[in-house]
Protein backbone atom coordinates (compact mmCIF):
# COMPACT_ATOMS: atom_id res chain seq x y z
CA UNK A 1 0.00 0.00 0.00
CA UNK A 2 1.01 3.53 -0.61
CA UNK A 3 0.48 5.21 2.98
CA UNK A 4 -1.92 8.29 3.38
CA UNK A 5 -1.55 10.57 0.12
CA UNK A 6 -1.87 14.05 0.58
CA UNK A 7 -1.52 16.55 -2.26
CA UNK A 8 0.26 19.34 -2.73
CA UNK A 9 3.44 18.95 -0.53
CA UNK A 10 2.75 22.67 -0.85
CA UNK A 11 0.43 25.39 -1.31
CA UNK A 12 1.05 29.21 -1.03
CA UNK A 13 -1.78 31.51 -1.50
CA UNK A 14 -2.40 35.17 -1.17
CA UNK A 15 -5.22 36.17 1.62
CA UNK A 16 -8.64 35.86 0.68
CA UNK A 17 -7.93 33.21 -1.54
CA UNK A 18 -9.49 29.20 -1.14
CA UNK A 19 -7.38 26.38 -0.60
CA UNK A 20 -8.11 22.93 -1.04
CA UNK A 21 -6.17 20.07 0.50
CA UNK A 22 -6.56 16.79 -0.37
CA UNK A 23 -6.63 13.30 1.21
CA UNK A 24 -6.73 9.77 -0.04
CA UNK A 25 -6.79 7.32 3.09
CA UNK A 26 -5.41 3.74 3.08
CA UNK A 27 -7.33 1.46 1.63
CA UNK A 28 -9.88 -0.51 3.87
CA UNK A 29 -9.24 2.17 6.78
CA UNK A 30 -12.47 3.52 8.10
CA UNK A 31 -11.41 6.15 10.31
CA UNK A 32 -9.94 9.73 8.63
CA UNK A 33 -8.62 12.35 10.66
CA UNK A 34 -7.20 15.85 10.03
CA UNK A 35 -4.89 17.50 12.28
CA UNK A 36 -2.50 20.70 11.89
CA UNK A 37 0.43 21.65 13.50
CA UNK A 38 2.19 25.01 14.34
CA UNK A 39 4.72 25.61 16.48
CA UNK A 40 2.84 27.59 19.37
CA UNK A 41 -0.08 24.75 19.45
CA UNK A 42 1.49 21.67 17.86
CA UNK A 43 -1.14 18.94 16.99
CA UNK A 44 -4.70 20.03 16.70
CA UNK A 45 -7.48 17.90 15.61
CA UNK A 46 -9.82 19.29 13.21
CA UNK A 47 -11.97 16.90 12.47
CA UNK A 48 -12.81 13.34 12.14
CA UNK A 49 -14.61 11.11 10.13
CA UNK A 50 -16.36 7.25 10.43
CA UNK A 51 -17.37 5.79 6.98
CA UNK A 52 -17.24 8.77 5.61
CA UNK A 53 -19.45 10.70 8.29
CA UNK A 54 -17.98 13.02 10.37
CA UNK A 55 -18.15 12.61 14.12
CA UNK A 56 -16.37 15.13 16.33
CA UNK A 57 -15.55 18.88 14.30
CA UNK A 58 -15.44 20.03 17.33
CA UNK A 59 -11.49 21.52 16.62
CA UNK A 60 -12.56 23.18 13.50
CA UNK A 61 -11.42 27.16 13.91
CA UNK A 62 -14.28 28.86 12.17
CA UNK A 63 -16.80 28.51 9.45
CA UNK A 64 -14.20 29.41 7.05
CA UNK A 65 -12.81 25.71 7.26
CA UNK A 66 -14.62 22.86 5.92
CA UNK A 67 -14.06 19.05 5.08
CA UNK A 68 -16.20 16.29 3.33
CA UNK A 69 -15.18 12.90 2.94
CA UNK A 70 -17.49 12.03 -0.57
CA UNK A 71 -16.46 7.92 -0.65
CA UNK A 72 -14.45 6.23 1.34
CA UNK A 73 -11.34 6.83 -0.55
CA UNK A 74 -11.15 10.95 -0.25
CA UNK A 75 -11.48 13.72 1.81
CA UNK A 76 -10.88 17.25 1.77
CA UNK A 77 -10.19 19.89 3.82
CA UNK A 78 -11.45 23.73 2.34
CA UNK A 79 -10.31 27.07 3.84
CA UNK A 80 -12.55 30.17 2.87
CA UNK A 81 -11.31 32.26 2.74
CA UNK A 82 -7.72 32.21 3.59
CA UNK A 83 -5.91 33.97 6.37
CA UNK A 84 -2.62 34.14 7.07
CA UNK A 85 -2.54 32.68 10.93
CA UNK A 86 -3.69 29.57 8.91
CA UNK A 87 -0.29 28.75 7.64
CA UNK A 88 0.37 25.73 9.11
CA UNK A 89 1.56 22.15 8.38
CA UNK A 90 -2.05 20.02 7.63
CA UNK A 91 -1.46 16.41 8.69
CA UNK A 92 -4.16 13.63 7.72
CA UNK A 93 -4.51 10.18 9.35
CA UNK A 94 -6.00 7.40 8.65
CA UNK A 95 -6.65 4.26 11.08
CA UNK A 96 -8.47 0.60 11.15
CA UNK A 97 -11.02 0.56 14.14
CA UNK A 98 -9.87 3.90 15.97
CA UNK A 99 -6.57 4.54 17.14
CA UNK A 100 -5.91 1.45 19.26
CA UNK A 101 -3.86 0.41 16.68
CA UNK A 102 -1.95 3.69 15.58
CA UNK A 103 -2.65 5.93 13.29
CA UNK A 104 -0.88 6.29 9.36
CA UNK A 105 0.11 9.68 8.90
CA UNK A 106 0.25 11.42 5.36
CA UNK A 107 3.41 13.57 4.82
CA UNK A 108 1.45 16.33 5.49
CA UNK A 109 0.57 20.01 3.05
CA UNK A 110 2.35 23.28 4.01
CA UNK A 111 0.35 25.77 3.50
CA UNK A 112 1.51 29.25 3.45
CA UNK A 113 -0.87 31.88 3.72
CA UNK A 114 0.41 35.80 2.29
CA UNK B 1 -10.36 16.43 29.76
CA UNK B 2 -7.69 13.93 28.95
CA UNK B 3 -4.58 15.13 28.24
CA UNK B 4 -0.47 14.26 27.94
CA UNK B 5 2.39 16.26 29.35
CA UNK B 6 5.89 15.79 27.77
CA UNK B 7 9.05 17.42 29.15
CA UNK B 8 10.10 20.18 27.11
CA UNK B 9 13.15 20.43 24.69
CA UNK B 10 15.16 20.65 22.80
CA UNK B 11 17.49 17.99 24.25
CA UNK B 12 20.35 17.44 22.52
CA UNK B 13 22.74 14.05 23.11
CA UNK B 14 26.29 12.73 22.27
CA UNK B 15 25.89 9.37 20.18
CA UNK B 16 25.33 6.44 22.46
CA UNK B 17 23.99 8.35 25.25
CA UNK B 18 20.88 7.11 27.40
CA UNK B 19 17.99 9.09 26.21
CA UNK B 20 15.08 9.51 28.59
CA UNK B 21 12.07 11.84 27.74
CA UNK B 22 9.21 11.88 30.23
CA UNK B 23 5.46 11.52 30.01
CA UNK B 24 2.56 11.66 32.01
CA UNK B 25 -0.79 11.42 31.41
CA UNK B 26 -4.42 12.94 32.75
CA UNK B 27 -7.13 10.66 32.02
CA UNK B 28 -10.66 9.18 33.38
CA UNK B 29 -10.43 4.89 32.76
CA UNK B 30 -7.63 3.51 31.51
CA UNK B 31 -6.24 4.52 28.28
CA UNK B 32 -4.21 3.29 25.68
CA UNK B 33 -0.77 5.09 25.26
CA UNK B 34 1.77 6.11 22.93
CA UNK B 35 5.10 7.41 20.96
CA UNK B 36 5.01 8.48 17.61
CA UNK B 37 8.28 9.95 16.14
CA UNK B 38 8.41 12.74 13.58
CA UNK B 39 11.37 13.13 11.06
CA UNK B 40 12.18 16.04 9.44
CA UNK B 41 9.30 16.90 6.79
CA UNK B 42 7.42 13.70 7.59
CA UNK B 43 4.60 12.86 9.03
CA UNK B 44 4.52 10.99 11.93
CA UNK B 45 5.08 7.50 12.70
CA UNK B 46 4.04 4.82 15.26
CA UNK B 47 7.11 4.16 17.27
CA UNK B 48 5.67 1.80 20.05
CA UNK B 49 1.93 1.90 22.64
CA UNK B 50 0.83 -0.45 25.64
CA UNK B 51 -3.10 -0.80 26.52
CA UNK B 52 -2.99 -1.45 29.67
CA UNK B 53 -0.64 -1.07 33.46
CA UNK B 54 2.61 -2.63 33.08
CA UNK B 55 2.57 -3.26 29.51
CA UNK B 56 5.37 -2.15 27.60
CA UNK B 57 6.28 -1.09 24.54
CA UNK B 58 9.46 -1.71 22.62
CA UNK B 59 10.27 -0.83 19.05
CA UNK B 60 13.99 0.07 17.85
CA UNK B 61 15.64 -0.29 20.60
CA UNK B 62 12.81 2.34 22.35
CA UNK B 63 11.27 1.56 25.41
CA UNK B 64 8.40 2.76 27.38
CA UNK B 65 6.20 1.51 30.39
CA UNK B 66 2.54 1.84 31.26
CA UNK B 67 3.07 2.84 35.20
CA UNK B 68 -0.68 3.42 36.76
CA UNK B 69 0.34 4.35 39.97
CA UNK B 70 2.49 7.84 38.59
CA UNK B 71 0.59 8.23 35.40
CA UNK B 72 3.89 7.85 33.57
CA UNK B 73 4.59 6.42 30.23
CA UNK B 74 8.64 7.43 29.97
CA UNK B 75 10.50 6.86 26.89
CA UNK B 76 13.85 5.69 26.86
CA UNK B 77 16.62 4.18 24.86
CA UNK B 78 20.11 2.86 26.07
CA UNK B 79 22.09 3.98 23.00
CA UNK B 80 20.66 7.03 20.51
CA UNK B 81 22.54 6.88 17.65
CA UNK B 82 22.15 10.38 15.28
CA UNK B 83 19.74 8.46 12.91
CA UNK B 84 17.03 9.42 16.01
CA UNK B 85 17.13 13.01 15.75
CA UNK B 86 13.46 13.54 15.89
CA UNK B 87 10.18 15.12 17.83
CA UNK B 88 9.21 12.53 19.84
CA UNK B 89 5.13 12.72 20.90
CA UNK B 90 3.73 11.46 23.75
CA UNK B 91 0.03 10.42 23.19
CA UNK B 92 -2.92 9.27 24.60
CA UNK B 93 -5.97 7.41 23.31
CA UNK B 94 -9.49 8.52 24.63
CA UNK B 95 -12.67 6.59 24.55
CA UNK B 96 -14.12 8.64 21.43
CA UNK B 97 -11.39 7.01 19.49
CA UNK B 98 -9.13 10.02 18.41
CA UNK B 99 -5.71 11.01 19.89
CA UNK B 100 -4.59 13.44 21.93
CA UNK B 101 -0.69 14.42 21.37
CA UNK B 102 1.67 16.09 23.91
CA UNK B 103 3.60 19.22 22.55
CA UNK B 104 6.27 17.13 21.62
CA UNK B 105 9.90 17.02 22.51
CA UNK B 106 13.13 17.78 19.79
CA UNK B 107 15.81 15.44 20.39
CA UNK B 108 18.96 15.99 18.60
CA UNK B 109 21.98 13.37 19.02
CA UNK B 110 25.64 14.69 17.59
CA UNK B 111 27.95 12.26 16.12
Known amino acids: DAGVIQSPRHEVTEMGQEVTLRCKPISGHDYLFWYRQTMMRGLELLIYFNNNVPIDDSGMPEDRFSAKMPNASFSTLKIQPSEPRDSAVYFCASSFGGAYYGYTFGSGTRLTVV | GDSVTQMEGPVTLSEEAFLTINCTYTATGYPSLFWYVQYPGEGLQLLLK?????DKGSNKGFEATYRKETTSFHLEKGSVQVSDSAVYFC??????????FGAGTTVTVRA
Open chain 2, 91 to 100: ALLSNDYKLS
Open chain 2, 50 to 54: ATKAD
